[in-house]
């Protein structure tokens, strides 16, 4: 079946550093692939997505591209913010009725 | 728009209680559907609808129950609470026709079973 990997945390960066939150995944045929973002007490809301190979989804200043050559969806920002504190979730989307998830990865980002 | 609601937000039960965790969305959104969250696991996929009458089994379904007599509403119900039931509840919901990858989830209800 269809699986989501992701860095297991949490990443600790100072404010201003570059982030790389890394996702791979398993699927058949061609998956629509997106990052949600938990900050703390909230639900989950949706950041970005990519439908097809070599789409970059972009928001907020983060970015992440659909490799299908190496099945990953890598989430980068350039400078993160404090306010940018949260548990990140890669996830696909392959047909029928479910949202496949990722484990997680808790950033804290330090002032 | 309040866009997907739920309640209670924190709920303790005791072993073999039941309860109902309610859920709202005011999106007429035609998809809705609850997941859990545990730690290091990310959400999984319990009950799911894609219209009012119409309900199905996700990844983890054993233990609770669901109806949709309404667009609007899709209440979860656990029939007999066990420790294992211990978990963070969300409910979220999309259109069908737009991509259900897209979903607009709720705040969440925090269970804990004893």
């Known amino acids: 079946g269809d699986s989501v990997t992701q860095m297991e945390g949490p990443v600790t960066l100072s404010e201003e550093a570059f982030l790389t939150i890394n996702c791979t995944y398993t699927a058949t045929g061609y998956p629509s692939l997106f990052w949600y973002v938990q900050y703390p007490g909230e639900g989950l809301q949706l950041l970005l997505k990519?439908?097809?190979?070599?789409d970059k989804g972009s928001n907020k200043g983060f970015e992440a591209t659909y490799r299908k050559e190496t099945t990953s969806f890598h989430l980068e920002k350039g400078s993160v913010q404090v306010s940018d504190s949260a548990v990140y979730f890669c996830?696909?989307?392959?047909?029928?009725?479910?949202?496949?998830f990722g484990g997680g990865t808790r950033l804290m980002v330090k002032p | 728009n309040a866009g997907v609601t739920q309640t209670p937000k924190f709920q303790v039960l005791k072993t073999g209680q039941s309860m109902t965790l309610q859920c709202a969305q005011d999106m007429n959104h035609e998809y809705m559907s609850w997941y859990r969250q545990d730690p290091g696991m990310g959400l999984r996929l319990i009950h799911y609808s894609v219209g009012a009458g119409i309900t199905d089994q996700g990844e983890v379904p054993n233990g609770y129950n669901v109806s949709r007599s309404t667009t609007e509403d899709f209440p979860l119900r656990l029939l007999s609470a066990a420790p294992s039931q211990t978990s963070v509840y969300f409910c979220?919901?999309?259109?069908?026709?737009?991509?259900?990858?897209?979903?607009?989830f709720g705040p969440g209800t925090r269970l804990t079973v004893t």
């Open positions: 979220a919901s999309s259109r069908i026709l737009a991509g259900r990858g897209e979903q607009y």
């Open positions: 996830a696909l989307y392959n047909a029928g009725n479910m949202l496949t």
């Open positions: 990519a439908t097809k190979a070599d």
